[in-house]
């Protein structure tokens, strides 16, 4: 058995961000060619699959990870190693069938979902998404034992394994399928059992064409202007045959994801039977006799189901969307769609009928636009999840003076990570999404809303690792009030935005922001209050703020000027490396950076020592 590895928090942190970094790449070039293939409309079937998927896997899994994680780490500050052994099996045996359990009401939930959400094409994503959620918990079960015992390289490379997994053979499956249905149609004018009949659309209004979809059934109807030459339909028809690929491929692409947490959970398994987890026999022998079943099965659901239900409420916010943005939007385009074809005029893909632009609209909103806002917080809820032992042991001996430096430093880390870059997504939303996608419409259409998520980064940022360091001090039911509070905020905003015509679907990001604001000065609120712990805002969010803010300048003066004589996107590259230069400038110049901070870091006293000769840290 291999000694047992062990990180403080901020090494730990860093193997995390490092790992999420690497996910977060891989994952980008899964989600963009994905964009590229499938477009807006496979991704809303994509999204919509995914939103289910995760309030679901959230009761199955969320909890159980930070229940066991907490446990083992409470309990190795107390040297009780038997119990931390009885900890994992138990787990095992919950997980397992919670698990099971989670992957049956997906599958059955699937054909409700769909009918409720107003988006039938759905339905293949979600039955191939649901055997991901057993898998989950049997990756939860490894990776809150990990790091419980401050261990996190497991957890790091579990994720890039799952993700690769997702990359390869999601995009191999995708346009296997793809290819396989146009192949179809070039021979049969078929695609997987569809037939295709154009229909004159000058008399004939649009409920009275959505009425007519309904009845045909296998046969897609495809609407032909007055006028169109034999060219322009036959490109309609081969446009309409693509689209019928969509739901399949995007059905190809979740399998992907679903061997990837397949993979996962192989690779965790096989490492804890080789290599162990590093407690010796000599710390077995000497640990008292441990709880019973029982008594750690109380224990551990005492944390994990507060903790999902509040997990539960924080993904509720892309269920509230999934749920009211397409019927809402529906809503609109049956009382107002001449409004809404006005204010995207230029931004909607040529013969899209009105029945076909809430899914559009919808898909580059989560496909583009939540998919650059979900990168940040990601890689900060890295840092809450390496903190919790670290806090929880501080928390559990009492010691005052290490948890006030355990949460400031936590806030501090994911303020400096970011406040940057969701400043620098807003001001930058287009030239960035530019760099990434290619269709000018569609990006169009998910700037603005990228540009009010770009806030929202910074709340959810700092929100996610102060939840972490609640769960830590038993504010776990806490958590749940706000989260639903929070979500009831957010529903709220959407149903009434988004009826809205002139507003629409902006009106999700707004909601977003809304909800956001209040969990962040709720939270702060409450851990204040529990801890006793004053914090020095100035030092950890306003001269951040600051810093931040020179950052998001001069990435925006730089990309208008480098735009001027360079491409787009290799102004817009530019533009962020000066930002990042003006921003770590202006961190060292405002003294946001202590001597303390940098000894926190691998390699800490070498930095510090150079730091100081330049007069940059005290």
Known sequence: MSARTKQNFVHGSIILIAGAILVKVIGALFKIPLDHLIGST?????????????PIQTI???????????????????GRFRDVRRIQKVAAR?????????SLLMFAGSFLFVRVIDNPNSLYSLLVMSPSIFFLCVMSIQRGYYQGLSNMKPTAISQIIEAMGKLV???????????????QFQQSGQVFGHTFETVATSSMSDEELKTLEEQAGKVILVPIEDGATEEEINQLVEQAAHNACLPYASAGAIGGVMLGTVFGAVYLTLRRRIRGDGIT????????EPMSNKALLRTMMAIAIPVALGALANNLSSLIDTITVQSGLSDVMQNSSDTIRQLYEGRLPDGITNSQIPNY???????KAITMFNLIPTLTTSVGV???????????????????????AVIKITGLIGIPAGLGISVLAGPIMGLLYGNPKEIAVATPLLTILGICVILLSLITPINSMLQAVGKASTIVKLMLVSAAIKLVFNMVLIHIPAVNIVGAPIGTFASYLFLIVADLYILCKTTKVKLNFTRIFVKPMISGLFCAAAGFSMNGLLGLVLPDKIAVLGAIAVAAVVYVVSLFLLRVMSREDILLLPKGEKIARLLEKRGWIR
Not at 61 to 71: T, W
Not at 95 to 101: N, R, Y
Not at 169 to 182: E, P
Not at 281 to 288: G, T, V
């Open 42 to 54: 496979g991704m809303g079937y994509f999204g919509s699959a995914y939103n289910l998927f995760v």
């Open 60 to 78: 199955a899994v969320a909890g159980f990870p930070v229940a066991i994680s907490r446990m083992v780490a409470e309990n190795v500050a107390r």
């Open 94 to 102: 919950v997980l397992i069938i919670t698990g099971l359990l989670g």
């Open 169 to 183: 053979l999601g995009l191999i499956c995708a346009n296997l399928i793809i290819n396989m249905g146009m192949g």
């Open 281 to 288: 026999k000599a710390e077995l022998a000497a640990s008292p």
């Open 361 to 367: 609209l919808y898909g580059s909103y989560s496909g």
């Open 386 to 408: 390496s903190a919790l032992p670290a806090v929880t042991a501080a928390w559990t001996l009492r010691d005052r003076k290490a948890t006030k430096k355990s949460i400031e």
